[in-house]
T-cell receptor
Framework: GQSLEQPSEVTAVEGAIVQINCTYQ??????LSWYQQHDGGAPTFLSY????GLEETGRFSSFLSRSDSYGYLLLQELQMKDSASYFC?????????????FGSGTQLTVLP | GAVVSQHPSRVICKSGTSVKIECRSL??????MFWYRQFPKQSLMLMAT?????????EQGVEKDKFLINHASLTLSTLTVTSAHPEDSSFYIC????????FGSGTRLTVV
């Protein structure tokens, strides 16, 4: 099975840098994805790590270390609009359905 | 990019009635669609995988007779919540995979 744990809440101020961690226990997966979800909205894709290391996409970066069963999302130059829930997710190697399994989610609050 | 349209966005129904939620892939064909349920402040939990032309695959603990899924075409999957009860009140989200995973905008179901 899959288990992905995240801190439930993170608070930071505008302009700051925040890191959201994702630790996992899984029998194998293709890669680690990150999604943002505003209240009442659909999850939107942010970043993907298929290999270990750092991926950078604008203000967002994501990191994966398979040996440590750990990944993180780094948000720089925080803006008020970044207040949302963030989920890590994996697509398991086993099974043919190709469904995503989501982490427990982190509620980010950005303060002025 | 790929678009998934989900309707209705909000629905309020009386206890004991049934509600149908539609999920359409607008610019691509989806042989497989995924249905998730999300309770407030919680993660997205996969309910079932909808397969075009065949029976849906339900996750453990999800009642297939209560949550009826039909995937009659390559662009449409429907989820019908039968004999709804207040505990079925939740946010339901569909998803389909094109180059990546695309999510519908979600349906807020309130059973009174």
């Amino acid at each position: 099975g899959q288990s992905l744990e995240q801190p439930s809440e993170v608070t930071a101020v505008e302009g700051a840098i925040v890191q959201i961690n994702c630790t996992y226990q899984t029998s194998g997966f293709y890669g680690l994805s990150w999604y943002q979800q505003h209240d009442g909205g659909a999850p939107t894709f942010l970043s993907y790590n298929g290999l270990d290391g750092l991926e950078e996409t604008g203000r967002f970066s994501s990191f994966l270390s398979r040996s440590d069963s750990y990944g993180y999302l780094l948000l720089q130059e925080l803006q008020m609009k970044d207040s949302a829930s963030y989920f890590c997710a994996v697509r398991p190697l086993s099974g043919s359905a190709r469904q995503l399994t989501f982490g427990s989610g982190t509620q980010l609050t950005v303060l002025p | 990019g790929a678009v998934v349209s989900q309707h209705p966005s909000r629905v309020i129904c009386k206890s004991g009635t049934s509600v149908k939620i539609e999920c359409r892939s607008l610019d691509f064909q989806a042989t497989t669609m995924f249905w998730y349920r999300q309770f407030p402040k919680q993660s997205l939990m996969l309910m079932a995988t909808s397969n075009e032309g065949s029976k849906a695959t339900y996750e453990q603990g999800v009642e297939k007779d209560k949550f009826l899924i039909n995937h009659a075409s390559l662009t449409l999957s429907t989820l019908t919540v039968t004999s709804a009860h207040p505990e079925d009140s939740s946010f339901y989200i569909c998803s389909a995979r094109d180059n990546g995973y695309t999510f519908g905008s979600g349906t807020r179901l309130t059973v009174v």
